[in-house]
């Protein structure tokens, strides 16, 4: 314990030492980055001070109205995680064994853990990011947020309360080999939001429904079509599948009335003809109707379709039973035969399951039964669009979306994110920060502020963008400047405040709209909140309603957008973070606003704006990338045009490129 305190010591220095220990940080996650991130945290000391050794309240339940006088922030280190352990975890997040599966991971993450450093404080949370109880106010209590997430909804939130909170965020991410680690400040560095994500890839209708090329393109049909058509929810839900532009509107619209007639077949469920009049209907009825639109097979091969009972008497034995066996057989590339008997047995399964306990279910590549009626399902659309057939195995990787998550890449992005946590500390100004007066935190976007902490070492303390491509031979790690923010964001050019409302009393709209005028001098201007425009100069029913209908605490209604809608120089928009207060918490019943006046600069002209566009291209150029920004931006633009034209022409000659997406990044696969 006491060697490796000065081995921390002697690598960092003894100021930045102290600041390590003092320091209060969040961690996001406890997952694959989010173990090893921890794991690094407590071997550097993070939050090791004593918990009586600065802090007097213990929780913090001070009236928020005494901002100013703010006790010291405890030193801890704060985790949370929603999750609880799976047996497929076991294979990179370390602080877990066998014995903790279906444990919370936060819990289990912070009992191992304490033992590599039992000085250091953590607080573990069982419980969602998009809790009320995480509001502003409660980010704004840390030095330093780690995020270490699956999922783009959790990451924009994390960013977005962040920025609100004014607490620089360590966003990081991997897929396979790759990682990738950002540091994010408002005002200073691009956040989460300046570029826009990668969506998920969604297949035209028509391919997965009509004209199939590739295995995943009947992959996509038995999960995304028939699964929930049987099973689950409509189509129309799905997010795999739209109408797009290249679609036949005609036949888009027959493809609707197949699927009312698959409904109707739903209806037989439990019954003993049930398969039969599933399979003759998609196997049969369908491809039939297919291949009687000639027009469609002039440059293609038309589908054979396929009869239950000949194949039923080609095989002469139980189908279910049969099936049974089969389906443990999960590497094996099964027969069309084989397929159909999977094919009952999962129908079968799947059946008792919805007659019995389940009403809807849904696909899960880690529900055997779904997995294995998927499966068989998709080979036997493979069989007859003359696709080849896959293994369980196989198909398992693919309608999974599953990029394999790798422990070294967790591990080396997780150091990566640490390393960088220390030149964000040695960058920020000494004093703590609850002890400052709370200020609107509009800071411009400007470079001018690229020396906090009087040293020139570039912004937020030498930080990098940093890539890591564990596959590559040349340079494993390469870096980026971090970009200024993009000023045309809309998540962080905005000015961010906080609005306190109360949860007894019922102040109306009408009184947030007098307090604006008040203290941020508006005159025309409109309200957003996430049930959409609430109050605009031509909207002023909803003026006698109580706010709280806008603002519950409810997850993810803790924002309340203010844009400026005059004709001359409008100014940037106001985000409120709402803060749901008890009355004894609230001194006056009103609403209040802090900081008490904002002043809101304007909005940048629109000609000068910069998309501070990172393609996550890879480039360890030591120079700033602002200055030429807008030239490399124009050359992406017209790169971008040329790929998209290319994939246009792609398309259409229906060549499509195979995408395997994850939860939170697009990976394309050519
Ligand atoms: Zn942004």
Not at 348 to 371: G, Q, Y
Not at 482 to 496: D, E, K, R
Request: charged residues 25%.
């Amino acid at each position: 314990m006491q060697r490796r305190d000065r081995g921390v010591a002697q690598s960092l220095g003894g100021p930045m030492t102290k600041r390590v220990k003092e320091s209060r940080v969040l961690l996001v996650g406890a997952g694959g980055i989010g173990c090893e991130v921890l794991k690094n945290l407590v071997c550097c000391g993070f939050g090791s001070l004593p918990r009586n050794g600065g802090a007097q309240n213990g929780t913090t339940s001070d009236t928020h109205t005494e901002q100013v006088a703010a006790p010291q922030r405890k030193p801890e280190i704060v985790v949370i995680d929603l999750d609880t352990i799976d047996l497929s975890n076991l294979n990179r997040q370390f602080l877990f064994r066998k014995q903790h599966i279906k444990k919370p991971k936060a819990f289990v993450a912070k009992e191992t853990a304490s033992q590599f450093n039992p000085s250091v404080n953590i607080d573990a949370h069982h419980a969602s990011i998009f809790d009320s109880q995480y509001n502003v106010e409660f980010f704004e209590g840390f030095d330093l947020v780690f995020n270490a997430l699956d999922n783009l909804a959790a990451r924009r939130h994390v960013n977005k309360m962040c920025l609100a909170a004014d607490v620089p965020l360590i966003e990081s991410g991997t897929t396979g080999f790759n990682g990738q680690v950002q540091a994010i400040k408002k005002g200073v560095t691009e956040c989460y939001d300046c570029n826009p994500k990668p969506v998920q890839k969604s297949f035209p209708i028509c391919t997965i429904r009509s004209t199939p090329s590739q295995p995943i393109h009947c992959i996509v049909w038995a999960k995304s079509y028939l699964f929930p058509e049987l099973f689950g929810t409509s189509e129309e839900d799905s997010a795999d599948v739209a109408v797009t532009e290249g679609d036949n509107a005609e036949e888009v619209a027959k493809l609707k009335m197949e699927a009312e007639a698959l409904k109707k077949i739903r209806k037989l469920m439990g019954k003993s003809e049930f398969a039969q009049a599933v399979f003759d209907k998609v196997f049969h009825d369908d491809i039939e109707r297919l291949r009687s639109m000639s027009g469609m097979w002039q440059s293609r091969k038309p589908p054979e379709s396929l009869r239950y009972e000949t194949l039923k008497s080609d095989i002469g034995a139980d189908l279910i039973t049969r099936g049974q066996t089969l389906c443990t057989q999960d590497q094996a590339t099964w027969s069309l035969h084989d397929n159909l008997s999977v094919f009952c047995y999962s129908l079968d399964a799947l059946s008792n399951r919805t007659r019995t306990r389940e009403n809807v279910i849904e696909f899960d590549k880690d529900d055997k039964d779904t997995l294995d009626f998927v499966t068989s399902a998709a080979n036997l659309r493979s069989h007859i669009f003359g696709i080849p057939l896959h293994s369980e195995w196989e198909i398992k990787q693919m309608a999974g979306n599953i990029i394999p998550a790798i422990a070294t890449s967790n591990a080396l992005t997780a150091s990566l994110c640490v390393l960088e946590a220390f030149k964000i500390m040695r960058s920020q100004p000494q004093e703590q920060k609850a002890l400052s007066k709370p200020t609107a935190n509009n800071h411009l976007p400007t470079t001018t502020q690229s020396n906090v902490g009087g040293k020139s070492e570039g912004i937020l303390g030498g930080s990098k963008m940093v890539f890591l491509n564990s596959r590559s031979t040349e340079r494993m790690i390469t870096t980026q400047n971090l970009a200024p923010p993009n000023p045309s964001c809309p998540v962080c050019s905005p000015v961010y405040a906080k609005l306190y409302v109360s949860k007894d009393i019922k102040a109306t709209l009408h009184e947030l709209v007098l307090l604006l005028k008040e203290k941020a001098g508006y005159d025309e201007f409109s309200i957003t909140s996430d049930v959409g425009v609430i109050y605009d100069p031509d909207l002023e029913d909803n003026l006698p309603k109580p706010l709280r209908d806008y603002a519950p605490e409810a997850q993810g209604h803790q924002f309340i957008t203010v844009t400026d809608e005059s004709d001359e120089q409008p100014k940037v928009d106001l985000v409120l973070s709402t803060v749901v207060l008890s009355d004894t918490e609230m001194e006056t019943s009103k609403l209040q606003i802090l900081p008490e006046q904002i002043s809101l600069p304007s909005k940048p002209v629109k000609a000068a704006v910069v998309d501070g566009e990172m393609d996550g291209e890879m480039n360890g150029d030591p120079e700033p990338v602002m200055a030429s920004s807008v030239g490399a931006k124009r050359k992406r633009d017209a790169e971008e045009e040329v790929t998209s034209a290319k994939k246009r022409a792609k398309a259409d000659g229906n060549d499509d490129e195979v995408f395997v997406v994850q939860d939170d990044e697009a990976i394309v696969l050519d």
